[in-house]
């Protein structure tokens, strides 16, 4: 295991270079409070999904199809067996992992994938219940249909709400006008009982031709989750083209424009439109030029009290961790950390002790604590 210790300052997060365990730690000192990155484990391949287990250990998804469970004191990783099997082409394969809100009485794991199939992949969501290091009993509960051979923008965080809703993030798999048509999954926001019915209060649920777990819809490829404590609203990120990435408050039916208008430019050149447009809900925050947002964390421990109520966005293209500062729902600041490491973030969660973990996406890649310097 490695560790190194690291200075905010101003509004970067600088570090020195890793330095193994025990050599001493590469710090540099300012007036701001200093923090520890430490490899918990590494060699992971393209990791997408993060979820603690009630023991204190780690799930974490791997694209080319893998489940692992990390013990996070020693870094040691065992293979979960009874994992679907994946599409793994492009940006799809092994995607998020989710545990159900009473996993501690029915050792529900829920996973996101793309699914192989004769006409194509799509984006699969299936659960199992984890015994030992074996998924068991393992059944799909839901597709994002049609079928495509595009192997891009499959969105895919899972996360439940505090009434046990299962909301799924679905991309428009590159194509975009899909994100507006109600007859299809993609692009859009999925609101689904545990085991995978409808709810009967979802908003599509007696149009004609509508699919009825529609929540959203007009979304690009949403890939990073939350929900806001002190609203109880799910927010989510999404990409943008060529800029105009969002964050967006996720209402029941609001159509969030793409692609008819974004505050980011066709590839090429040219603009897609106004970025706001009437009956079009607009984002709270974008990002242009693009930063690429995945994983999505809102902050609410103890080890960093400075950073409760802050949301934290890894970002894949300008190699990052957003830091957002809150007055209500409007983005005061924003502060970027790791620039100096060059990590394309995937994931990033807070782990029980308070401490910040971010997955960065390679095919050597590291998971990482952030926690307070010693």
């Known amino acids: 295991m490695r560790a190194?210790?690291?200075?905010?300052?101003?509004?970067?997060l600088m570090v020195g270079l890793p330095a193994c365990a025990g050599d001493g730690a590469s710090t540099?000192?300012?007036?701001?409070?200093?923090?520890?990155?430490?490899t918990v484990t590494e060699g992971l391949e393209h990791p997408w999904g993060l979820a603690f287990l009630p023991d204190g250990d780690a799930l974490v998804?791997?694209?080319?199809?893998?489940?692992?469970?990390?013990?996070?004191?020693?870094?040691?990783?065992?293979?979960?067996?009874?994992?679907?099997?994946v599409a793994a082409r492009g940006q799809g394969g092994m995607l998020d992992v989710a545990l159900h809100p009473r996993f501690a009485d029915n050792g529900?794991?829920?996973?996101?994938?793309?699914?192989?199939?004769?006409?194509g992949s799509l984006t699969a969501v299936g659960r199992g219940v984890l015994r030992d290091d074996r998924l068991e009993s393992f059944e799909v509960i839901f597709r994002a249909t049609p079928p495509t051979d595009r192997a891009k923008h499959f969105g895919s965080r899972l996360i439940?709400?505090?009434?046990?809703?299962?909301?799924?993030?679905?991309?428009?798999?590159?194509?975009?006008?899909?994100a507006q048509r109600l007859e299809s999954h993609h692009g859009k926001i999925i609101r689904l009982h545990d085991d995978g019915r409808v709810p009967e209060d979802n908003p599509f649920l007696s149009r004609q031709g509508a699919h009825p777990g529609i929540y959203s819809?007009?979304?690009?490829?949403?890939?990073?989750?939350?929900?806001?404590?002190?609203?109880?609203?799910?927010?989510?990120?999404?990409?943008?083209?060529?800029?105009?990435?969002?964050?967006?408050?996720?209402?029941?039916?609001?159509?969030?424009?793409?692609?008819?208008?974004?505050?980011g430019e066709e590839y090429g050149g040219g603009y897609i439109g106004p970025g706001t447009m009437e009956g079009i809900e607009p984002?709270?925050?974008?990002?242009?030029?693009?930063?690429?947002?995945?994983?999505?964390?809102?902050?609410?421990?103890?080890?960093?009290?400075?950073?409760?109520?802050?949301?934290?966005?890894?970002?894949?293209?300008?190699?990052?961790?957003?830091?957002l500062v809150l007055d209500g729902e409007t983005v005061v600041e924003e502060e970027k950390l790791l620039e100096e490491q060059g990590w394309r973030i995937r994931a990033v969660d807070q782990g029980p002790e308070g401490h910040i973990y971010v997955l960065v996406d390679s095919d050597d890649a590291p998971l990482v604590r952030i926690s307070p310097a010693r």
């Not at 300012?30 to 430490?38: G, I, P, R, Y």
């Not at 439940?160 to 899909?178: C, H, P, V």
């Not at 609203?231 to 793409?258: C, F, M, R, S």
């Open 217 to 263: 819809y007009g979304h690009r490829n949403p890939q990073g989750a939350i929900f806001h404590p002190p609203t109880g609203q799910l927010w989510v990120n999404e990409h943008g083209p060529q800029g105009g990435d969002e964050v967006n408050i996720v209402k029941p039916g609001a159509n969030y424009g793409w692609p008819l208008t974004t505050y």
């Open 160 to 178: 439940f709400d505090d009434q046990g809703y299962l909301f799924i993030t679905s991309g428009e798999r590159g194509a975009r006008d899909n």
């Open 108 to 119: 529900r794991v829920y996973l996101s994938y793309s699914e192989p199939g004769n006409d």
């Open 283 to 323: 984002p709270i925050h974008h990002w242009t030029p693009s930063i690429a947002p995945s994983g999505m964390l809102y902050y609410d421990g103890d080890a960093f009290p400075q950073w409760r109520g802050n949301i934290f966005v890894g970002a894949l293209a300008h190699a990052h961790l957003s830091r």
């Open 4 to 12: 190194f210790s690291a200075v905010l300052t101003g509004a970067v």
């Open 61 to 85: 998804t791997e694209r080319p199809g893998r489940l692992s469970r990390v013990n996070m004191a020693t870094g040691q990783r065992t293979v979960i067996q009874g994992v679907p099997a």
């Open 28 to 38: 540099q000192t300012t007036t701001a409070e200093s923090v520890q990155l430490t």
